[in-house]
């Protein structure tokens, strides 16, 4: 478990950019169970990728694209256990894989991008994919 003064500045990185986080179990049941449409969940981490690609890339597929995801979540991997291992259940047959980026329509995966995806991609890189299957799926 990394300490919450260590994360807090990596989940304002989404949180500021529109991101709800979800802490348990619960809460990430609940957001699947009463939202409709497509969500974007980003499985965070304190990891250089995570910083140097996957949260920016994630930002830039967000910024001049016509067509986004409805709603915009986050779960930290290393924090908020219980509620990354219940995204990872919903994200079978995926394995685990921190940081990872999920798009699910009406609570379905639809779509992946694991860690080995996010290695040594650019942001741009990974906006840009982000862009083109939001083109397709939302």
Known sequence: MYPEQL????????????????????EVDTHFE?????????????CGC???AARPGVKLSLQDSDKQPDQLVTVFAGVDHEAVSKVREYALPYPPSS??????????LVH???????????????????????????
């Open 34 to 46: 009463s939202h409709k449409g497509t969500t974007l969940v980003m499985i965070n981490s304190i």
């Open 7 to 26: 994360v807090t500045p990596m989940r304002e990185d989404l949180t500021t950019e529109g991101f709800e986080e979800l802490k348990t179990a619960e």
């Open 99 to 108: 940081p990872s980026i999920a798009l699910f329509k009406d609570g379905e």
């Open 50 to 52: 995570a910083a140097g």
């Open 112 to 138: 992946f991008v694991e860690r080995h995806h996010i290695e040594g991609r650019s942001p741009e890189m990974i906006g840009n994919h982000l862009r083109e299957i939001y083109q397709e799926l939302c």
